[in-house]
């Protein structure tokens, strides 16, 4: 049997029953004492001066516990449910609120008593504070936008940001506002300026990022969907990144010491990093549904769980200190390694942490006794750049996973020009027009048309697979990280630009009516405005963009090179047949590269 104990403290209500818990082989194991059950299932808890105040989902309550009697001192009914709770030891405060509601309360943490309410343009789903000026920062997903509250007069500023707010920290160091978005954007961590809401950079994050902390010089990033806890180096702002594995899918966050500890609702599993080394040093069965965790100090916890209307603390130093842990769940990896034009490999290594397998004819490999959860496997090939892919490995099942290389480095990275057009029509129109301008203005380098109705470039044809579902452009008009897709096309095919096409057209119809007849029907009922249309139409109009990748200078995060182009004819005229109208689209087309030329006259982005 292990050493380390669970102390289970069921609150709530008259003294019933209390359990002690140990594990043995990942078995839990009960001693039943005394419980104090709690009105309702929990989600987030806070301490304030040695009490647990405990949000109780079900009775929409608020209640106060004392960590050394282990009575409840008191409870407020609340009217909202309360998913998020904030204390501010400096000035005695207490936020709450809640996803569904609208209203932040304001509460005295010592007696409960309401301070003041503040309204929101939306439910709140994560709050932070200031300790220097008292200012709370409130995440509001459903309103797109972050709040700042002023604790004085609790009056009210919003700034939008650019997807819905997950999660929010204020660091006070250099005092910067950081919060992560649940949109799927590998840039998801916006770091602001929280004085006038101006986006000061864009970090990486990991897909639904939906907690956020602080340790020394890091910013701690736990993304579910993803299911990894990131390390990102602040005085590297945000560049150097470190990332942990997870075994289960995380869902909250505390941490304390050297040590993040992540509970995981769907597993019944409390995860525990050590943050120095990165590393997953163990995984704990815990009650039902754990959710709200908080630091009393290291390895001592209190976790609030959605299954059991109960309060837990774990004291976790001999349990981390040496004795058995939980037996792990091991699964087997068994893929193939190919190139980019999907031929195996049949030379180089497969590397999982110590284990190092070789790849055989055929491109397979096979690792054995992995743990379940998200892995990173290595790839190490001759004349490749080293490649790590994540897998997600299954206890007790086999993983087949096919790990795709990049294209073999290249000593010289080229100056030629690649076209690519999207798949809009007259976008491939604009793509030819433009590499036949390029090609005169450029009779010293290379230029490719990499797609058109006239065939696929046969160096391009075996790595379009490379830019399967590419999102090179954000909504914000930055780089992505899929540029480092077109990084490697570059490389295999030797360009140092890429210019991406687009064209989009529209064609509409006078709706002014005949006027002859429309006479008519004035007449006929005077008063009321009738009108005939007589459809002809008369307005074209495309808009074509040309995006510019320089893929020696741009990097995920900058702003993105584009040109805008235009074109219209509004002549008018009998019904045009569709043959007839593309060929006035593509005379707007053809006309459009003058406009770019113009555009570059003064500097020349591919010079």
């Known amino acids: 049997m292990g050493k380390g104990w669970l102390l289970l403290l069921l609150l709530w209500g008259s003294p019933a029953a209390l359990a002690q818990v140990s594990f043995q082989d990942g078995v839990v194991l009960e001693r039943q004492q005394r419980s104090i059950p709690l009105a309702g299932a929990a989600d987030r808890i806070a301490i304030w001066n040695q009490r647990l105040l405990v949000g109780q989902m079900e009775a929409q309550s608020l209640a106060s516990w004392s960590l050394e009697g282990g009575e409840v001192q008191w409870q407020l009914p609340l009217g909202l449910v309360p998913t998020v709770l904030l204390v501010d030891p400096l000035r005695r405060r207490l936020y709450v609120g809640g ?44 309103a797109r936008a972050l709040a700042v509250i002023d604790p004085g007069a609790l009056r009210l500023r919003t700034f939008a940001v650019p997807g819905s707010p997950l999660a929010v920290v204020f660091e006070p160091g250099s005092g910067r506002l950081i919060t992560a978005l649940a949109e799927p954007d590998p840039l998801g961590v916006l770091v602001m300026d929280p004085d006038n809401g101006e986006l000061l950079a864009r970090w990486r994050s990991g897909r639904l990022p939906e907690a956020l902390a602080l340790w020394q010089d890091q910013l701690l990033v ?50 525990v990093v050590h943050l120095p080394s990165a590393r997953l040093e163990q995984t704990l069965l815990t009650q039902e549904q754990p959710t709200g965790i908080v630091a009393l100090a290291e390895h001592r916890l209190a976790v609030v769980a959605a299954g059991v209307p109960a309060v837990t603390l774990l004291d976790l130093g001999e349990e981390l200190g040496g004795s058995r842990p939980l037996t792990v769940e091991v699964g087997a990896i068994y893929g193939r390694v190919v190139d980019v034009a999907q031929r ?50 299954r206890p007790g099942f086999v ?44 009779p010293d380098r290379s230029v490719r048309v990499l797609r058109s109705p006239m065939g696929t470039d046969p160096d391009f044809a075996p790595l379009q697979e490379l830019l399967s579902q590419l999102t090179v452009v954000d909504r914000n008009q930055r780089y992505t990280e899929d540029l480092e897709k077109l990084r490697l096309l570059g490389s295999a095919l030797g360009l140092r630009h890429i210019l991406l096409t687009q064209v989009q057209i529209a064609q509409d119809y006078s709706r002014q009516g005949n006027p002859l007849v429309n006479l008519a029907f004035q007449f006929l009922a005077p008063g009321i405005p009738i009108q005939i249309p007589n459809f002809t139409p008369n307005m074209l109009r495309s808009r074509g963009v040309v995006v510019v990748v320089d893929l020696l200078r741009h990097r995920p995060g900058d702003k993105v090179l584009v040109y805008e182009l235009s074109g219209q004819d509004d002549v008018g005229g009998d019904p045009l047949y569709e043959e007839a109208a593309a060929g006035l689209f593509r005379l707007q087309v053809r006309n459009m590269i003058p406009q770019l030329e113009a555009q570059w006259h003064d500097r020349d982005p591919l010079s």
């Open 399 to 442: 993983s087949t996973p096919t790990l795709r290389l990049p294209p073999a480095e290249r000593r010289d990275p080229g100056a030629g020009i690649g076209i690519l057009p999207d798949g809009l029509p007259f976008s491939d129109e604009l793509a030819r027009q433009l590499g036949q301008a390029l090609t005169q203005r450029y």
């Open 222 to 271: 736990l993304n579910s969907e993803s299911q990894e806890l990131l390390l990102l180096d602040l005085t590297s702002q945000g560049q150097r990144v470190q990332r942990v594995g997870l075994e289960w899918r995380p869902t909250r966050l505390a941490v304390a010491g050297d040590y993040a500890y992540v509970t995981s609702r769907d597993h019944n599993r409390l995860q």
């Open 99 to 142: 996803v569904g509601s609208p209203q932040l309360l304001v509460l005295d943490p010592e007696d409960g008593k309401l301070l003041g309410t503040v309204t929101l343009p939306g439910g709140v789903i994560d709050l932070t504070w200031d300790p220097g000026s008292g200012r709370v920062f409130a995440a509001l997903p459903t």
């Open 344 to 393: 195996p490999v049949s030379q180089g290594q497969v590397r999982w942490q110590r284990q190092t397998v070789p790849i055989q004819e055929d491109g397979s490999y096979l690792l054995t006794q992995v743990p379940g959860g998200l892995q990173l496997v290595d790839v190490l090939i001759p004349g490749y750049p080293p490649l790590t892919q994540q897998v997600q490995v």
